[in-house]
């Protein structure tokens, strides 16, 4: 039996195949420029206290300028822009990846464990 496997196993590393193999030398790196250049665009970000929640997982910026966030434990919460305000708005049990809000204003939520 080993004996035919070690013959399989040689035939086909040893089998043509159409696709020729060639090198490719990657270009330089051009550094940081352009879009990609250092800026201090979130140098006066201020950051929101959670209390005590680990996440966020994703945001969202509702219609009438509420935030909405998920969280580690199947919280969704909701708050004002400056993080104040803080309150659960739902729970799923699971872990919410992402939601959104449909046209109706209905919050759709996809849970990776439900």
Same mark, same amino acid.
């Given at each position: 039996m080993?004996?035919?496997?070690?013959?399989?196993?040689?035939?086909?590393a040893?089998?043509?195949?159409?696709?020729?193999?060639?090198?490719?030398?990657?270009?330089?790196?051009?550094?940081?420029?352009?879009?990609?250049?250092?800026?201090?665009? $979130?140098? /006066?970000?201020? *950051?929101?206290?959670?209390?005590?929640?680990? !996440?966020? +997982?994703?945001?969202?910026?509702?219609r009438?300028g509420?935030?909405?966030?998920?969280? $580690?434990? /199947?919280?969704? *919460?909701?708050?004002?822009?400056?993080?104040? !305000?803080? +309150?659960?708005?739902?729970?799923?049990?699971?872990?919410v990846?992402g939601?959104?809000?449909?046209?109706?204003?209905? *919050?759709?939520?996809a849970?990776?464990?439900k």
């Amino acid at each position: 039996m080993g004996v035919l496997l070690l013959a399989v196993v040689a035939y086909l590393a040893f089998w043509p195949v159409p696709i020729r193999a060639v090198s490719w030398k990657a270009p330089a790196a051009p550094g940081y420029v352009g879009p990609h250049a250092v800026n201090q665009k $979130l140098a /006066g970000l201020k *950051l929101i206290d959670l209390g005590g929640e680990e !996440g966020p +997982e994703h945001i969202v910026l509702a219609r009438d300028g509420t935030l909405y966030t998920t969280v $580690l434990s /199947g919280n969704i *919460l909701r708050m004002n822009p400056d993080g104040s !305000g803080r +309150e659960v708005f739902a729970n799923t049990g699971g872990r919410v990846l992402g939601f959104d809000f449909d046209a109706a204003g209905n *919050l759709i939520a996809a849970d990776a464990v439900k």
